[in-house]
């Protein structure tokens, strides 16, 4: 805390600082133009009682006369060049080298015929020349300045010893005992206040300081008695609130071990719903798949086989309606080789040649998509009967990049940081198809290329598989639809929307997660969680 010493010793020395300059400046500004003043009037002095010689001297073209005159002009203080020049012709005569610059005055008086000979050229009294002197306001108020600087000097010392004198005044007569009284009060006793004085010292009797001080003493009176009410309240309220204190306690015990008790009862209530809720979600789809599978699998494999079978009877009738064809020249019968020509015209071989091998080929491929599908539904099928492994997580992860074939493309940079020594206790199979179906979206998110990074990190519960692409990602309405069954943002016939469907479902079944976040334009993020109590190291 800055003391009223301080404060008033230093707006004291402020304002008498700032004062004494402003007085010496105005001072030394008023000199200044009073010396400037003087000078000129003396330049104007000077040079009108040169202009009669020199316009004697000029006119009489003695130049001895005029360089004399204005040698004798030189001498005066603070001019360093002088000349006189003619009117109408250039006829100069010059002392001292003319100086150039901001500080340089410049003072000219007009030269008139002399008064001797104007009644010789009928009274003519026009100017024959003119007088100059150029002064140097350097040298002029260099005295000035010195002047100046002793003046602000002498101010300074009055002012610094006006300061000292009222600050010793000040610290004697006022804040000296301000400051005393101050000290005897933060020195009180709160809890005592009426044991203590506060009197006004002598130099400040009759001040509206002894007001201040009447007022305090009937403050500190009323505050004794408020204490004393406050400490007896207070003794009683301790004593009330021990005993609440002892009975919030005792129900906060009883409360606590309660909350406790729920707490872990909803916790495992929590628990067995969501394995309730898994085993049933993963039991349904198993029984849907499983029926869904048995009742495809069969007619897919009879059309497949008959496909096969067609292939090969239309190529066999190609073939023969070749031969035919190359036999027609052969037939004698001209009806029957029109009639041939005509069937033939009307089948169109050419294009049935052309056309059937790719209608059979787009077959066999619909098929096989047919044939993924079934094959990716087994997996929910196949689930519980599959038994569990301890394996290396970067194991599986490299196993399931060599089965991805774009991960190969030379405009993807696979990125991976996963710590070989972590060990789960998972179905390989499936944990390798799930990073099977991760890698190809990231890839097929990235078109024209990009980079996906692999990462594995640590969390109190989970071991977690950070698989990040910077491709094209995905909007809020997307996100929320990824991991529908059958749900895909590619054109008809390219995809089959069960990829992250599969993915999410076989991590349920390792007791795990998955979870997805993506921006559009800003590529998507999926992290797999792992049980850490399925991690070995």
């Known amino acids: 805390m800055t003391s009223i010493d301080k404060k008033l010793t230093l707006q004291v020395v402020i304002w008498s600082l700032l004062a004494g300059l402003v007085f010496s400046g105005i001072q030394m500004v008023v000199d200044y133009r009073d010396a400037q003043s003087k000078f000129n009037e003396s330049v104007a002095s000077l040079l009108e009682r040169a202009a009669t010689t020199s316009a004697l001297s000029l006119y009489n073209y003695d130049q001895r006369s005029l360089t004399a005159e204005l040698q004798s002009i030189l001498t005066f203080p603070g001019v360093v060049a002088t000349e006189v020049t003619e009117t109408n012709t250039d006829f100069t005569v010059r002392q001292g080298e003319r100086p150039t610059g901001d500080h340089i005055l410049r003072f000219s008086r007009p030269l008139y015929v002399p008064e001797q000979y104007r009644a010789a050229n009928g009274g003519d009294v026009s100017v024959i020349g003119d007088i100059i002197l150029y002064a140097d306001m350097e040298v002029v108020t260099a005295g000035f300045e010195r002047r100046a600087v002793i003046v602000l000097l002498a101010d300074l010392g009055r002012t610094v010893a006006l300061i000292v004198v009222l600050l010793m005044v000040l610290r004697l007569r006022l804040t000296g005992p301000v400051r005393r009284l101050t000290r005897r009060l933060i020195e009180a006793d709160v809890h005592t206040p009426t044991q203590h004085t506060f009197d006004v010292e002598e130099s400040l009797k009759g001040t509206e300081l002894d007001d201040l001080t009447s007022k305090m003493h009937a403050l500190v009176s009323a505050m004794q008695s408020e204490v004393e009410q406050r400490v007896a309240a207070e003794n009683k309220a301790n004593q009330l609130n021990e005993q609440l204190e ?102 169109d071989l050419g294009f049935v040649k052309e056309d059937g091998p790719e209608l059979i080929s787009a077959s066999k491929h619909s098929l096989e998509r047919v044939r993924n599908i079934v094959g990716e539904l087994r997996t929910f099928a196949d689930s519980d009967s ?110 089959t929307g069960l990829g992250l469907t599969v993915a999410y479902n076989l991590m349920l079944n390792q007791g795990g997660e998955l979870s997805l976040s993506s921006e559009k334009d800003h590529g998507t993020q999926v992290i797999l969680k792992f049980p850490r109590d399925n991690v070995l190291f």
């Not at 969501?274 to 198993?286: P, V």
């Not at 190529?315 to 009639?339: F, M, P």
């Not at 490299?398 to 774009?406: F, G, H, L, N, Y």
């Open 386 to 495: 599959l038994e569990r492994e301890k394996i290396s997580l970067g194991d599986m992860l490299r196993e399931a990049i060599d089965s991805v074939a774009c991960c190969g493309r030379d405009d993807i940079r696979l990125i991976t940081l996963v710590e070989d020594d972590i060990e789960l206790e998972v179905v390989p199979s499936q944990v390798r198809l799930v990073l099977s179906k991760v890698l190809e979206n990231a890839c097929e998110a990235m078109p024209e290329g990009g980079n996906i990074e692999v990462a594995s990190e640590l969390s109190d519960d989970y071991v977690n598989l950070v698989v990040k692409d910077n491709g094209c990602g995905m909007d809020s309405t997307e996100l929320e639809k990824a991991i529908n069954p059958f749900y895909s943002s590619k054109a008809v016939g390219e995809g």
């Open 246 to 347: 002892e009975k919030v306690h005792a129900r906060t015990r009883e409360l606590h071990e309660s909350n406790t008790n729920l707490q872990s009862s909803l916790d495992q209530l929590q628990k067995m719903q969501a394995l309730l809720l898994q085993a049933q979600r993963m039991a349904s789809l198993g029984h849907l798949a499983a029926g869904v599978a048995h009742e495809i699998n069969n007619p897919v494999a009879v059309v497949y086989s008959n496909i096969a079978t067609l292939s090969e009877y239309l190529t066999e009738l190609i073939e023969l309606a070749e031969e035919y064809h190359q036999a027609e020249d052969k037939i004698s019968d001209n009806d029957l080789r029109t009639v041939l020509e005509n069937m033939r015209g009307a089948i």
